[in-house]
């Protein structure tokens, strides 16, 4: 089962495209806070890429943005690429299936 839930705040607003075909596609980046010490005291965030398809995505571009709280609920992936200089390149990523909207409504 491939399967993620994550909370936190958007690092910056959507960044949305259109394949060839039309499809729409956003992305952003997830700050999800993570405790590390024995009494969680100490906090780090994970800084996650997101990729969102179709309408889901068109409406990530029109309601959400910078510091935004939602809820994600997605699978992970995983691929691969060349850069331009030769290198194998990996990049780990959550496609987003199902999205809510958390916190305070910005005016």
Known sequence: MNKVILSGRLVRDPELRYTQT?????SFTLAVNRRFSHNNEQQTADFIPIIVWDKLAEVCSK????GSQVLIEGRMQVRNYEAQDGSKRYVTEVIAQELEFMGTKQP
């Open 63 to 66: 309601h959400l943005f910078k």
């Open 22 to 26: 039309g499809k729409a596609v956003a």
